[in-house]
């Protein structure tokens, strides 16, 4: 992340400190690599921030979650800080997506392809 990224996103966050439920949630997937040092970067800047994992979501998690009811159902469920609900909501989107299916089927495919290298 560049020091400007951090800076905008660090002056982003001091600037909705407003209300209580003005914390900072981050959902991501903490296998993908850039995803992870992004959030490493973000929340030493600032303490008030709540991840959530979105396993085996690779970069693709905005497709996955994709879906005006999902959307809606996870910032209420921010809102109220309820980590629960948050995490119910995301795995339940998560297991019916079909972008999740490719990259699961993908994984699988290079998996079996390394094995039947000698």
């Given at each position: 992340m560049t020091s400007t990224t951090a800076?905008?996103?660090?002056?982003?966050?001091s600037a909705h400190r407003t209300s209580p439920a003005a914390s900072i949630y981050i959902l991501y997937d903490p296998g993908h690599a850039l995803d992870t040092?992004?959030?490493q970067a973000i929340t030493r800047l600032d303490g008030d921030i709540a991840t959530f994992h979105v396993h085996t979501a690779d970069h693709h998690l905005a497709p996955i979650l994709a879906g005006t009811e999902t959307l809606a159902g996870l910032?209420?469920?921010c809102l109220r800080r309820d980590p629960a609900e948050i995490y119910r909501l995301i795995n339940e989107r998560r297991r019916t997506s079909p972008?999740?299916?490719r990259i699961l089927l993908e994984r699988l495919a290079a998996r079996e392809s390394r094995r039947s290298k000698p």
């Open positions: 800076r905008t996103c660090a002056a982003w966050a040092r992004h959030v910032m209420l469920a972008v999740r299916h």
